[in-house]
């Protein structure tokens, strides 16, 4: 059984996204990091599944046999994860019944 202790949350994310658009770059656009960080991803990724999930093909990456068979089970996953830690409904201030208190000191204030 994998030890999923050994796998953070973030790689899944990324694996996904990487499913999604077969480009490196263009992954790393989408989760607003650098083409680098997105390459070590993949590389602990690799790792972590012993398989090369995405290798070099005519027009960007193509999946290899295991990382397609992870394709919807992990969007299902990452859809379901999604929804348990999304908020129910919206934050509505004219709703809210809890007491806001802002304090500050007057070190930002200027006088004129």
């Given at each position: 059984m994998t030890n999923l202790r050994r796998l953070d949350l973030n790689l899944l994310v990324t694996l996904d996204v990487l499913l999604s658009e077969h480009n490196v770059t263009r992954a790393a656009?989408?989760?607003h990091l650098s083409q680098p960080s997105v390459s070590v991803h993949l590389s602990r990724l690799r790792d972590f599944f012993g398989d090369p999930l995405l290798l070099p093909g005519p027009r960007g990456m193509r999946p290899t046999a295991r990382a397609e068979s992870l394709r919807e089970p992990l969007r299902e996953a990452l859809g379901a994860l999604e929804h348990a830690v999304s908020s129910d409904s919206p934050f509505d201030p004219a709703a809210s019944t809890h007491t806001w208190?802002?304090?500050a000191t007057d070190y930002g204030t200027s006088e004129k």
């Amino acid at each position: 059984m994998t030890n999923l202790r050994r796998l953070d949350l973030n790689l899944l994310v990324t694996l996904d996204v990487l499913l999604s658009e077969h480009n490196v770059t263009r992954a790393a656009q989408r989760l607003h990091l650098s083409q680098p960080s997105v390459s070590v991803h993949l590389s602990r990724l690799r790792d972590f599944f012993g398989d090369p999930l995405l290798l070099p093909g005519p027009r960007g990456m193509r999946p290899t046999a295991r990382a397609e068979s992870l394709r919807e089970p992990l969007r299902e996953a990452l859809g379901a994860l999604e929804h348990a830690v999304s908020s129910d409904s919206p934050f509505d201030p004219a709703a809210s019944t809890h007491t806001w208190r802002v304090a500050a000191t007057d070190y930002g204030t200027s006088e004129k």
